[in-house]
C-alpha cells in the first residue's frame, strides 16, 4: 500500500448532512466528519471503549459521539465526554484515537496517509476545474490492480474499441495512425496532449462543437489521480479518476466529471447533471470488464510480460515512472523478477 500521499477522502458535497462517513483506503478505516462550526476532522474510525466504528455515531457540536455508549471524541482525537464517569474524574490524556492530517482543496477533502513528517502539500494533484465548473461524481470498486488501472485510464487507444457505445463520437475518434502525444514528463507526474478526430452524431456536434479536431489533454499525478480533458472551442469536459486501494485485491474509483458551457442554463443545467452521471457511470462500468480480466490473468501470469508497440509512448513512460516512485514502497524480499514489457 502507498503511503506518504494525500488520498481523496471525499468530496464536499458528500458531508453535507453533518453526518459522520466511513471511508476506508490504503487499508485503514477512517471516520469523516463535520462539526457545527464547519470543521472537518478525519479520525480512526474506531471507537476505544469497546472497539465499535464512530460512524455509526453522530455529531454532537464540536464532537464526534459514539452511539454505544456515548464517548465524546474531539477532532484531535481525544475523548472530551465519557457520560458515565463520575463528573469530578478528569479522562486520561490517553484515552484518545489517531487523527490524520487534512486539507480542503478543489472541493476535496485530501487525507494524508504518512508519516506526518513527510506531508507536502504540493502532492495534491492540481484539479482546479472543481473550484469553478459543476461536476457529479461516482464511486466503484474493481477487483483490479493499481499499476494495470492507473495506466489503462491514459491510454488514448482504448476510447475507441472499451467505450465504443458511450463515448467514442463525443471524444473524438483516433483512426490508427501515430499520434504526437507532447509528453511532459515530471518527477512524480505526466501530462500529454492530442488531438482526435470530431465525428460524434450531429446531437453531439450541436452541444459540445463542429470544429474537425478536438484537443485531448490528460494527465497522471502518481500514485493515484488521472485527468482526461476535452477541448472544443467554447465547452470543455474534464473527467478526473482517483484511485487507491482499500484492501490487498480491490481498488476503490472516485470518478469525477466536470463541464463548462455543455447543455447551459436552466432547466438544461439539470439534464445536464443527469445525463454526465449517467455517461460517467456507463465508461467506469465500460473499464471495469477490462480491468477485473486484466488482473486476473497478471495473477495468473506473475511476470506480467507485455507487449508495446512504438506508438505506445505514454504507457513506456508511465511504466518508468511507476518504477521510480514504487522502489521506495517495494521491500527487496518481495520483488519479484518482472520482465521488462517488450518494444514491438
Ligand atoms: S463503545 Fe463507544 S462509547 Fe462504548
Ligand atoms: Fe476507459
Known sequence: MIKNQWYLAALLPELKKQNPLP???IGKELVIFKTESGA??????RCCHRNVNLSLGYVKGEHLKCAYHGWEFQGNGKCGCIPSLPREQEIPNTVKIATYPTVQKHNCIWVWMGEVEKMDQSKIPPMDEL???PFVYNYHDIKGDLQLIAESLIDAYHINHVHRNSIK???GNLHGEEIAFNLN?????????YYRHNEGSIFEKFYFGFEKKILTKFGFWFPHSSKLDIHFKKR???IYE???QIDENTVRMCQITAWKKIFNGFPLFFFAKWFMLNKSIRIVQEDIAFLESNKKIKDKRPGHDLLITPSDEVSLEFIKLW???TQPYEKATEKEDRKEAQVL
Request: aromatic share 10%; net charge negative; no cysteine.
Open 40 to 45: 472537518i476532522h478525519v479520525l480512526e474510525d
Open 169 to 171: 463520437g463525443m471524444m
Open 23 to 25: 471511508k476506508k483506503i
Open 323 to 325: 518504477k521510480k516512485n
Open 236 to 238: 470543455r469536459l474534464v
Open 131 to 133: 473550484d469553478e465548473y
Open 242 to 244: 482517483h484511485f487507491y
Open 185 to 193: 514528463v515530471d518527477e512524480a507526474s505526466l501530462t500529454g496532449e
